[in-house]
């Protein structure tokens, strides 16, 4: 029965039960039902719908109902809006409309029963991962309660970052309670915190990790009270009624008192982009693309590639990085907009980082597939969407040779492995026929027999019908119509070479298909069909394009796959392989399955629980038997004989070996002696990042870098520190990034191959060696390292002139965040010279924190020069800026006039007057 059929008989035999035929079912529910795609069901809904066989209700969520010619789509409309409203009575959904996807239900429920819980709601802690959306999140939250009545229309949401000011817990803890005049050094007024402003409302407190115990204290004990004290007064007499939401990107257990824990009964955990379904990360791209359509007021047009890629790339930034990313490719294509009126967003234009994405998806078939199925090879947005994004409709031909000479063109300029472009192509090739073969099909009248005659010859048709029936009879295909189209419009395109002369003795994809599969063996009788048929010959390289459109079409079974099966000595050293590999491997429909050897465990007891267990599993694509030694190693012959199955040993197993075993058994197409030849030669994950050179005798010279994890920070310092050296002329140190984790035993395993000439980070560790604190580093210039480091074999820390390295990756990074159309990298040096000459003009000496704002500043002014959006400075300030002041800044703004023909206002000027 056809995928059409199926969903059309599901919704006629559901019409008998009387409640959903009142109700009516809606796209995702029969998704789950009948275990389809939610897209292609969609795209099956709208085509019955337009057959007027169903009809559907215009409300969202839509509802389909099955047309027995008595009820009316009024009538469904009516029934639509009246379950609208009961929702909305009940604890309005809007607030969180702007979370995508079905899979935050849980995380968005919870939220709402926070808000409602009697009497002032519960206190709640948002945990995620930077860019999930944590912030937003907590706006939801108050949005909700303000929809519900818990808060007042004017009810406060004050939103304080715990890391403004985490180097000075005094003024923290001030800012957060307030505090009485003569509290500190400084504190000449009364001052009210935080929680006295955000009475009767939310104080969502973001990071509060780098809150500090007594902070923590002082606030889980308003939360117990409701009262609280002043910084300087030694009564709590004061009392507040709010809501505290708190987010952290850190596990609470290491970083978060046990008393603060207990005191937050409302935990909501935000999942990662890359845990999220691909319904939902399509979803999101598409919205950020049409949100800068919006933005630039023009249309944007995506290829299928570029979005693998994007959604490939997606890390630990989250949505926050994948909007930057979207923005970044805007600008480029912007910038190469042409005589067009669109942007042009394809695969070329990408940067590497994001280009590699396409590997990352190219072990995701179904994920691929589902791209491919929603968007095509393109989709095209506009600034007037409505968050809908039509496809661009092109009147093409159908053309295999091009889009796969193309595509691997494309992939190998990149460095791809073959055996990865095969998986990419396999995958693209299959979304390319349904593609081609979904807009064939528009006109249902038709029979495929006679729409095949509009394209081709009869006798063509016939023949092709002859090699359909050969094929079906050798493999399960997807579809054998879509296969008559997709063969026969490619044995046109053939002969049209043919007659053209442009036949090749060697195709794009020679090399990187399998010759050991059916596929290919069905291929080559095909070809012989051909030329005994047509009387002509046809080069060899054709048939590897006839491989790839069987693999293609056929239909894949998820659990026809190649099994492997992981035997070790130990209670539970497989169990623990396999784990971290199902873990750092995505791919689901690989069977990874291990077996653990005791050492008072018998070879006999062994080999007969490793058959048992292979017997419940579909093993008829082969086993592969990683052993680590002995006699786990042999049993590869004894498995074959008595389940009459191939089976092949890797012996030595590592949980390197075992995760390139999982990526090669999850390509398509893929057989056993092609994965045990590619792990006979597999050397090993190159990494090194933290071993140092063992051929060396001497202990070469290191710097450590230290932070709660050992990454993010670390990683940053370490290109920062880097920079700083190279600048000085010092090359011969390596900087290697630490975690808090073990850091002590660490060291010491680093002090036997390295020299630690000195440590940089958030935690003296207590070597002999000289220890600078991140704040120092960062505070100041470079000096603040170098003049630490003594004379280190032939170089010396009296390097090369003082640039202020710290300070350009500090500015670099922040313009990155924040300029669509400038380019931070060029303009970075103009700015660092534009506060030089402000220091010379003022004969004053910057500091770090003071210039990284004017830079800022000055970088977003020039951005908004760049667009005409300059802002407006107040008239009555402005009378108060010395006139010589100004004149001095504009002076030092006169080298962007000559480098970059900008130049900026008065009132922008002011603004930076008022800085220095």
Partial sequence: MKRIDRIYAYIKGIYNDSKVREKGVTAAAIAQQLDILRSNVSRELNELYRQKKICKS?????????????????????KTDNLSDNIHDTHSNTAFCKFVGSSLKPQIDQAKAAIIYPPDGLHTLILGQTGVGKTLFAHMMFDYGCEVGRFKKDAPFITFNCADYYNNPQLLISHIFGHMRGAFTGADTNSIGLIESADEGVLFLDEVHRLPPEGQE??????????FNRLGETKRERKARVLIICATTEDPESVLTKTFQRRIPNIIQIPPLTERPIEEKLEITKLLFLKEAHFIKRPIKVSGDAIKALIGSIGPGNVGQLESNIRLLCAQGLLNIKNRKYIEIDYHILPQQIKSGILAMSTKRQDMAAISATIGNEFYVTPNSKGKLPKEVEDEKFNLYQMVENKVKILRSEGIADDVIQQVMIADVNAYLKDFYIKQKQNVKLSVHDRLLKIIDADMVDFTQQVADVVARRINLVSKERFLYAFGLHLSSLFARIKEKKQLRSSSLSGMVDTTTIEFELAQEIKKIIEQHYDLVIADSETEYFAMLLQSLKEEDITDKIVIAVAMHGNYTASSVCDVARKLFSATKVQLIPFDMPLECKPNEMLGKITDKLRTINCSQGVLLMADMGSLCNFGALIEEQLNIPVMTINMVTTPLVLEAMRKVDMAGITLPAVYDSLKSFGGYDDSTILPDTKKAEKSDAIITICSSGEGTAEKLKQIIFDILINAGILNIKIIP???????????????????????????????????????????????????????????????????VVLRHLCRDALHDMLLYLNPDKVINLLLEFTERLEKLFDSDFSNAQKLKIIVHTGCALERQVIHNTIKYNSKLAGKIDADKLSKVAEAASVFEKILQLKLNKDELCYIAAMV
């Avoid at 969520?61 to 469904?76: A, C, E, I, M, Q």
């Avoid at 002090?751 to 100041?780: C, H, M, R, W």
């Fill in 58 to 78: 215009t409300g969202r969520p839509v509802l389909y109902f099955y047309d027995d010619g008595k009820v009316k789509n009024t009538v469904r409309q009516k």
């Fill in 218 to 227: 002082m606030i889980f004990y308003f939360m117990d009270t409701g009262t």
């Fill in 738 to 804: 630490l975690s808090l984790y073990d850091m002590k035993e660490n060291i010491k395993k680093l002090s036997e191959k390295y020299n630690i000439v000195a440590s940089v980070g958030v935690v003296n560790p207590q070597i002999d060696a000289p220890f600078i604190p991140l704040e120092t580093l960062l505070g100041g210039r470079e000096n603040a390292l170098l003049c630490h480091l003594p004379m280190v074999g032939n170089h010396v820390a009296a390097g090369k002139k003082d640039n202020n």
